[in-house]
T-cell receptor
Framework: AQTVTQSQPEMSVQEAETVTLSCTYD???????LFWYKQPPSRQMILVIR??????QNATENRFSVNFQKAAKSFSLKISDSQLGDAAMYFC?????????????FGPGTRLSVLP | GAGVSQSPRYKVAKRGQDVALRCDPI?????LFWYQQALGQGPEFLTY????????KSGLPSDRFFAERPEGSVSTLKIQRTQQEDSAVYLC???????????????FGPGTRLTVL
């Protein structure tokens, strides 16, 4: 079974600065998808960014980018020019390409605070 | 509607009561998922529907948990004889099945916070 680890329970960043959230995972599969989700206090999970394991190029979405290191099984999220609205819980998630049940495996989350 | 909706947003139950949690997925979405999120934890998979068929229920923690989606749209998660350990946020998500399951983006609802006293 796959596992996802987020070693930083809490992080803080000054507004307009850059922060990196860590994620590692364990799998024996060669093809899969990785995700970062944001969960603000309203509890609605919002997709931030997605990475296909077969793609070597790191995914980017505006101020959000990832550093995907497949051999190291590492998938960190970098938030540039942090904004107050970025404050939330961030979850890293793994999804098997072959999982018929289509379920996600989520990490325990990192709570990000943005300081004005 | 524009997104996934869930009702009620909050539910308080006495231990031993039955509860029913509703999920309205995005119109036309074939796939529907239920997750349980304990306080301070990430969501954990409970069950998955493709249309009205429940294709995976491996995450349901006990036979007190039951989910249905009889017409392939709205889904209900029922918990019988609730226990204190059932207290959690229950999230529903839907996606449009494109033939490549892992590529489908899941859209989450706001969740139902269940508190069992």
């Amino acid at each position: 079974a796959q596992t996802v680890t987020q070693s930083q329970p809490e992080m803080s960043v000054q507004e307009a600065e850059t922060v990196t959230l860590s994620c590692t995972y364990d799998t024996s599969e060669s093809d899969y998808y990785l995700f970062w989700y944001k969960q603000p206090p309203s509890r609605q999970m919002i997709l931030v960014i997605r990475q296909e394991a077969y793609k070597q190029q790191n995914a980017t979405e505006n101020r959000f980018s990832v550093n995907f290191q497949k051999a190291a099984k590492s998938f960190s999220l970098k938030i540039s020019d942090s904004q107050l609205g970025d404050a939330a819980m961030y979850f890293c998630a793994y999804r098997s390409l072959y999982n018929y049940g289509q379920n996600f495996v989520f990490g325990p989350g990192t709570r990000l605070s943005v300081l004005p | 509607g524009a997104g996934v909706s869930q009702s009620p947003r909050y539910k308080v139950a006495k231990r031993g009561q039955d509860v029913a949690l509703r999920c309205d997925p995005i119109s036309g979405h074939v796939s529907l998922f239920w997750y349980q999120q304990a306080l301070g934890q990430g969501p954990e998979f409970l069950t998955y529907f493709q249309n009205e068929a429940q294709l995976d229920k491996s995450g349901l923690p006990s036979d007190r948990f039951f989910a249905e989606r009889p017409e392939g749209s709205v889904s209900t998660l029922k918990i019988q004889r609730t226990q204190q350990e059932d207290s959690a946020v229950y999230l529903c998500a839907s996606s449009s099945y494109t033939g490549t399951p892992s590529a489908d983006t899941q859209y989450f609802g706001p969740g139902t916070r269940l508190t069992v006293l």
